[in-house]
């Protein structure tokens, strides 16, 4: 699976899910259909890339598409 493939794939899913913004990093390689090790190079890039945001609370950490839930709101304020 190339990288504009994998950003389609989890870019898709995410707009489909309604009410939740933020995914386990586990949740994202299953959209892939891939095992969490092979998808971390394709995830890491989406956040380079901006397509994807990384959140962290200091003991879990989450990803989501970038600009959209709570979190974003928040942000934009400073």
């Known amino acids: 699976m190339d990288q504009?493939?994998?950003t389609e794939k989890i870019v898709?899913?995410?707009q489909k899910k309604?009410?939740?913004?933020?995914?386990?990093?586990n949740d994202l390689a299953k959209i892939l259909?891939?095992?969490p090790r092979l998808a971390k190079?394709?995830?890491?890039?989406?956040?380079?890339?901006?397509?994807?945001?990384?959140?962290s609370s200091g003991?879990?950490?989450?990803?989501?598409?970038k600009g959209v839930g709570k979190q974003a709101a928040a942000d934009g304020e400073d």
């Open 4 to 6: 504009a493939e994998a």
């Open 12 to 14: 898709e899913a995410l």
């Open 18 to 25: 309604k009410g939740k913004t933020k995914f386990y990093y």
């Open 33 to 35: 259909g891939m095992k």
């Open 41 to 55: 190079k394709l995830i890491n890039q989406m956040v380079v890339e901006e397509v994807l945001e990384y959140w």
């Open 59 to 65: 003991s879990t950490s989450l990803y989501g598409l």
